[in-house]
């Protein structure tokens, strides 16, 4: 089996120059020492970046494919969460000098699907040594001005939706294959512009909260409405983490029609709830009527 | 001593929103899930991107800040190389959970410093669990269309250049404490375009065999013109890695004019040989007269 270190730095620089995916736009790709990129005028710039450490976020048994679509996608999801386009990206790969070269492509390969489907050019990187894998991707995206959705615009009256069932992601090893939802926040931003948005990494009641906050509102979310993954309890579903859906918050007028659309076009959203005003705080209406506070502690990195 | 663990990681995200330093172009900068950027028409995008990994780049017992600074300044070292000016970084941290929230707050203190000499915002970021620690930044810069150099335009005749002394810079601890010639790389960009540049980080009998291939021309320099830092043989000058000054090339008369020139923003640049065909290969010029083939193998990470 190759090794790493016998394939060398500038052998790995080949081999990920195979994996970018140019776009016009892309003046200079890997091989410089930065990447050259043109942008698109009345647009926003979205920046974000994600690590992922093994032993922490994943381990060297799982697929490596699969790790390098984790890296790529939870990047995808951010930029997604701001009603934008994932544009380029730069990847920086810690390994161990032992690692098989195989391991090391099959990560690319993991990231590169996920760059083509999503029309993402891989303009550059930095490869080190390190006991540990590392990943880290930075992403840049872009949005057209008015289409921007942050996490702040929450008015009480407007419906909070979910776009897909909760839970269970790091049990099911879903938070290694999913899909960011790109396309539906692309839709909404275009047509059912939300009030505000985010994806969901920590775990609903976190992330709502997250949202609460910054839009200095409350709100009432009913268990029974919350779509949980086969197996899963509304428990798990409020508080599991990495389901990388979109959380958001629309006006009623503009929520009742997403959910009677029927264009080609069409997607799934869930409503769970309505913002209330502040002061009523973070509830939950349980399935019997009874209406609790809601825990809003997510999950904690250290 | 406050352990991360205690601060916690929305303790952090506060701590860290004090070491932004935002221009107006941050429309949005860390608390959503991307940092929204405005960016200037008719120029280009430079995006770049480094990683350090605990015991091989650095040692815990380094100081933290120096780390920091070091972390930020060989992104800005890559975007100067383009002849482009430093804008917007995002800040990956890998740390153990058990680490001192002094030892974080150094790290961001040495980047901070950077950033506000250079005017860069720090606009988001990530921040996990790692065994060692891990930094990586990403980096936008921009460059006005006509002030890119890339690496692939010297031509027989033209002088090559660097920006100052070589050598020791990993033995001194020069490597963690050095300033990027962003400010020199400007100038040269403004006032005396080189037809080539990227900037030294493996050694200069690697790097410039890396502009040799890339615009298809050899070169003779001349040891004796090597500058050097003290106590450093022009052999170690050649192949020490990380000295992170500019290394450019230019067509003979502005290169003339760059040593005579003599303006207020006056700044020290060293000839040390010329480019030549390339069927002459890449060789040097020794005090006795010899002339020997450069051996070009530089800096092996792996």
């Given at each position: 089996m190759t090794k790493l270190s016998h394939l060398g730095e500038f052998g790995l620089i080949e081999t990920l120059k195979k994996f970018q995916n140019l776009l016009p736009r892309v003046v200079k790709g890997i091989g410089d020492d930065a990447a050259v990129l043109k942008v698109k005028g009345g647009r926003y710039l979205l920046f974000t970046t994600d690590m992922l450490v093994e032993d922490v976020h994943f381990l060297r048994r799982m697929p490596a494919k699969a790790v390098g679509h984790k890296a790529l996608a939870c990047n995808l999801s951010d930029v997604a969460a701001m009603g934008g386009e994932p544009v380029f990206a730069v990847v920086s790969l810690g390994v161990p000098g032992d690692i098989s070269a195989k391991y090391v492509k099959d990560l690319y390969t993991g990231m590169w699907e996920v760059a083509k489907e999503f029309g993402v050019s891989i303009v550059g990187g930095d490869t080190v040594r390190s006991e540990k894998v590392v990943v880290n991707i930075a992403l840049l995206g872009e949005v057209e001005k008015r289409r921007l959705i942050r996490r702040q615009g929450a008015r009480p009256g407007d419906w909070i939706f979910v776009s897909g069932a909760l839970g269970g992601s790091l049990k099911s090893g879903r938070h290694l294959k999913?899909?960011?939802?790109?396309?539906?926040?692309?839709?909404?931003?275009?047509?059912?512009?939300?009030?505000?948005?985010?994806?969901?990494?920590?775990?609903?009641?976190?992330?709502?909260?997250?949202?609460?906050?910054?839009?200095?509102?409350?709100?009432?979310?009913?268990?029974?409405?919350?779509?949980?993954?086969?197996?899963?309890?509304?428990?798990?579903?409020?508080?599991?983490?990495?389901?990388?859906?979109?959380?958001?918050?629309?006006?009623?007028?503009?929520a009742k029609k997403l959910l009677e659309y029927e264009g080609d076009d069409k997607l799934c959203f869930y409503p769970i709830g309505v913002v209330r005003p502040r002061r009523e705080g973070f509830r939950i209406v349980r399935p019997s009527g009874r209406i609790d506070v809601v825990e809003t502690k997510g999950y904690r990195h250290f």
């Open positions: 999913f899909t960011p939802r790109v396309k539906e926040a692309r839709f909404l931003a275009a047509k059912f512009k939300p009030s505000a948005m985010m994806d969901l990494s920590d775990g609903l009641a976190g992330d709502l909260a997250h949202i609460l906050k910054a839009s200095c509102v409350g709100a009432l979310i009913e268990e029974k409405l919350i779509p949980c993954h086969r197996g899963v309890s509304p428990a798990r579903a409020m508080t599991d983490g990495e389901d990388f859906e979109l959380l958001f918050t629309m006006p009623a007028t503009r």
